[in-house]
T-cell receptor, first 116, second 116 residues
Framework: GAVVSQHPSRVICKSGTSVKIECRSL??????MFWYRQFPKKSLMLMAT?????????EQGVEKDKFLINHASLTLSTLTVTSAHPEDSSFYIC????????????FGPGTRLTVL | DQQVKQNSPSLSVQEGRISILNCDYT??????FLWYKKYPAEGPTFLIS?????DKNEDGRFTVFLNKSAKHLSLHIVPSQPGDSAVYFC???????????????FGKGTLLTVNP
């Protein structure tokens, strides 16, 4: 099956610093990757859709300058949380579409971000 | 406006019995539906999906039923096992063909507990 990895799995940082989270499709090429955020006891909230080689499409209410997304290759997308604040603490999950199963998304294991 | 609703935040069943997880949607443009299973601090795992042209899809112990007129779908797990204990998310998309506007809208999830 399609495998998606995320790194790091957990990160703790100080307020004001930037944190980069990587999302990789390990055994397939992902033309589209998605970034989600999950709050405790809440649903997955789509933050942005990332297409390889083009700018990410952000959902309403998501600050593009705060959450920088780069999809430089068919197997890698990165999310950078800039000038992190405690309210950015959350569980961030990426997913990827495999062209062989275009109706499905395969999710990474998630990254727990804690901003002190 | 929540377009995908899972009105039961939790469900508890006995091992060996049937688990029925429900999901309602409001957007009539949705034409492809998916169920994901999620353990704490992990990314969601795809379980089963159904296209709007069908009313039932079965995969082993998992069966998804779709009632388009009622905008309702359900996931049946028979027989339920303790390892099935997790949060189950219902998701929907209006781009069943995996087109450029494809993205998933998730419900808030239902925590299933299967008691031995």
């Amino acid at each position: 099956g399609a495998v998606v990895s995320q790194h790091p799995s957990r990160v703790i940082c100080k307020s004001g610093t930037s944190v980069k989270i990587e999302c990789r499709s390990l055994d397939f090429q992902a033309t589209t990757m998605f970034w989600y955020r999950q709050f405790p006891k809440k649903s997955l909230m789509l933050m942005a859709t990332s297409n390889e080689g083009s700018k990410a499409t952000y959902e309403q209410g998501v600050e593009k300058d705060k959450f920088l997304i780069n999809h430089a290759s068919l197997t890698l997308s990165t999310l950078t949380v800039t000038s992190a604040h405690p309210e950015d603490s959350s569980f961030y999950i990426c997913s990827a579409r495999d062209y062989r199963a275009p109706n499905e998304q395969f999710f990474g294991p998630g990254t727990r971000l804690t901003v002190l | 406006d929540q377009q995908v609703k899972q009105n039961s935040p939790s469900l508890s069943v006995q091992e060996g019995r049937i688990s029925i997880l429900n999901c309602d949607y409001t957007n009539s443009m949705f034409d492809y539906f998916l169920w994901y299973k999620k353990y704490p601090a992990e990314g969601p795992t795809f379980l089963i999906s159904i296209s709007s042209i069908k009313d039932k899809n079965e995969d082993g112990r998992f069966t998804v039923f779709l009632n388009k007129s009622a905008k309702h779908l359900s996931l049946h797990i028979v027989p339920s096992q303790p390892g099935d204990s997790a949060v189950y998310f219902c998701a929907a998309t209006p781009e069943g063909s995996g087109g450029s506007n494809y993205k998933l809208t998730f419900g808030k999830g239902t925590l299933l507990t299967v008691n031995p």
